[in-house]
């Protein structure tokens, strides 16, 4: 299927909130990793999110280039001709980008939209995320503010956090402290700045013990309770049903399945994966090295196995390895056999 239109994002996400499920938002680098996003979503029968971060983008450009912006062009068409293959829909999304970083990857990106909307098309990204969770929460709502009167323009949807996700991602690095639980009041605040629809869609990272990257059990308290507290404080104030914000989980890799599970109770249509996926493409390349070291190594004057050290040989395995993490996020989330396509 083709790139999700806005109206098929929208459905995609309404779906999810209905039915009680999440997406998989899996960041990708590469066009293999790409191919391994829409392979493993295929075979779960499943939309999903495909998203870039800055390093992301960055990598897609050249490592020698450093065009982020250029980079997520790059990703956006590619991934945008090789969806139509696949029977699943997926939309493209711009992860974690913090205020130093907006002028050169998200701004730009929108404003390429604004040009292909004006031309009667869609817009190139269906949603973007602005990361604001090092900024004081007042100057992260007036930016919020500014972006999305204009992601609204383009029928695109604005992500934001609201909180602090701890550890690390390309860059972004937060302490794991009391900041990573955000309150109702900040939830009111950015109802107060950004509405509840009226204003343009938005999701919302609430953070509540989020920590990017894999940490072991116990050196984090993920309290995915906090969600249904706040979804609940806003359903008194405002009404917008029982669950008035659409969620995002930040940092869920090492989560339980009752983690998960809850949060997605909670209102959570969205989780992003990377460690976990980056892990199962990697590990398959080491196995597959380890296992036939001989065929990719010129050993003691032999020629080695051109069939082995092909990078098409090795990067199946990898693509096939990752898919089936993705898969295995299809079914954590709920998503799994729930494509709108069926």
């Not at 029968?45 to 992301?56: P, Y």
């Not at 860059?171 to 900040?186: A, K, M, R």
């Not at 029982?242 to 399945?257: I, M």
């Amino acid at each position: 299927m083709p790139v999700a239109t806005p109206e098929q994002y929208a459905e995609m996400l309404d779906t999810a909130k209905t039915k009680g499920f999440a997406f998989p938002a899996v960041n990708v680098s590469s066009s293999q990793t790409i191919n391994s996003v829409l392979q493993g979503l295929s075979e779960a029968g499943s939309d999903g999110i495909i998203q870039v971060t800055t390093g992301g983008a960055d990598y897609f450009a050249g490592q020698t280039v450093k065009n982020r912006a250029a980079g997520a062009i790059a990703f956006a068409k590619f991934a945008t001709e090789v969806a139509k293959n696949y029977p699943i829909t997926v939309a493209l999304h711009t992860d974690h980008c913090p205020k130093d970083a907006l002028d050169g990857f998200v701004m730009p990106l929108i404003a390429a939209s604004e040009e292909e909307v004006k031309a009667g098309r869609n817009p190139i990204f269906q949603s973007h995320m602005w990361d604001g969770s090092a900024v004081p929460l007042d100057e992260n709502l007036r930016i919020a503010e500014d972006m999305i009167a204009r992601t609204k323009a383009i029928n695109a949807i604005l992500e934001v956090e609201i909180g602090v996700v701890g550890g690390e991602e390309d860059g972004v690095s937060h302490d794991i402290n009391e900041h990573l639980y955000t309150t109702l009041d900040d939830a009111i605040a950015t109802v107060e700045a950004l509405g509840l629809g009226e204003k343009g869609r938005y999701m919302a990272a609430l953070t509540f013990g989020n920590v990017h990257g894999v940490y072991k059990p116990g050196n984090v308290k993920l309290k995915p309770e906090l969600l249904k507290e706040i979804q609940d404080g806003l359903a008194a104030k405002y009404g917008h049903g029982p669950k008035p914000l659409d969620l995002v989980f930040h940092g869920g890799s090492g989560s339980t399945d009752d983690e998960i599970a809850e949060a997605v109770r909670n209102g959570v249509i969205k989780m992003n994966i990377d460690t976990d996926t980056q892990y199962a493409f990697s590990r398959s390349i080491a196995d597959t090295v380890l296992k036939n070291y001989d065929g990719f190594l010129k050993v003691d004057g032999e020629v080695g196995n051109k069939k082995v050290y092909d990078p098409r040989s090795w990067g199946k395995i990898a693509e096939t390895a990752m898919a089936a993490r993705v898969v295995d996020a299809t079914r954590q989330l709920g998503s799994a056999g729930n494509a709108i396509s069926r």
